[in-house]
């Protein structure tokens, strides 16, 4: 299965379990409220998720003037993806890291960390700089933008049902059906519907760093460099991690956390080994 197809199948899934919810916590009328909160939500996804993730990164914009290596291997990537040069930032932390914010291709930034230059050669840099432009290309921002906003929306339905169920209004619409079945809806909110939003947003954001990690090779044309910088980039940041909220570690080409010890199921990020046998396997092609 593609990741393209894959990750409409989960995006799918996640928009079906939020109307679920609210349907579970109140019948026809609380289906459509999740499916207004999910419309305003997805469009504050596109419209501001540039501006959120530069924010929350602690980035900031350097000219040309300011780092012209950096701009110029920028551009270059950028016109062998086809793409308008993104602005370009710096986030002032001696660990190696990198993500990508923006909408669209015309509202789009790549920012690095001040270890990244550090650390990388430049063959490698321009693998992560391409895997970067593939996020950028493949509008990977703005659908795990999406993507984490609705399961953040899941989580406040649940939070609004275990109230409900405080103060026996769970489920009184013209289509409930008996108490029993409203009980079994706002548990089922409560633990099941976040639990289940939380995993599918995740298996998005890995489907995503795979798909990246195909389109920077194809636009770097050396996937064995990338292969080469993520090896490092993971060393690094089992070492030093970054001091970053938990909700924006998915944005970061590695995870920046220390929690390399999850479950494959809660994490974030693909395994490393299987993003390197997946690199090197295109180099062989």
């Given at each position: ?9 989960l ?51 350097v000219?040309?003037?300011e780092?012209p ?34 909408r669209?291709?015309?509202h ?14 430049r ?44 103060f026996g ?22 633990i ?26 194809a ?27 938990p ?7 590695v995870?920046?956390?220390t ?12 395994p ?6 997946r ?7």
């Open positions: 299965m593609s990741s393209y197809l894959k990750t409409f199948i995006m799918a899934a996640l928009t079906a379990l939020f109307m679920f919810a609210g349907q579970l916590m109140g019948g026809r009328s609380g289906m459509t409220f999740a499916l207004i909160m999910a419309g305003v939500m997805n469009f504050s996804a596109y419209w501001f998720s540039d501006k959120v993730a530069e924010a929350v990164g602690r980035a900031q914009e000219s040309p003037a780092a290596q950096l701009h110029e291997l920028v551009g270059e990537l950028a016109m062998r993806a086809g793409l308008p040069k993104p602005r370009v930032y710096i986030v002032d932390t001696p660990t190696p890291n990198a993500f990508a914010t923006g669209n291709p015309e789009s930034a790549v920012a690095v960390t001040r270890g990244l230059l550090q650390t990388l050669n063959d490698e840099l321009a693998g992560v700089l391409a895997h970067e432009l593939g996020h950028v290309k493949n509008r990977d921002i703005l659908i795990s933008s999406v993507a984490a906003m609705m399961a953040g929306a899941i989580s406040y339905l649940a939070t609004m049902a275990q109230w409900a169920m405080l209004g769970m489920g009184r619409d013209d289509d409930r059906r008996g108490g029993g079945a409203g009980l079994i809806g706002g548990l089922a909110v409560m099941v519907a976040p639990l289940a939003a939380m995993l599918i947003q995740m298996a998005i954001s890995r489907s995503r760093e795979y798909q990246a990690d195909k389109t920077g090779a636009i770097q044309g050396r996937p064995e460099a990338l292969a080469s910088a993520l090896q490092r980039l993971e060393d690094y940041n089992h070492r030093l991690p970054m001091d970053v909220n909700a924006t570690a998915q944005m970061y080409i995870n920046p956390l929690a390399g010890t999850m479950a494959t199921l809660f994490s974030t990020h693909p490393i080994e299987e993003r390197i046998r690199l090197l396997d295109l180099r062989n092609r």
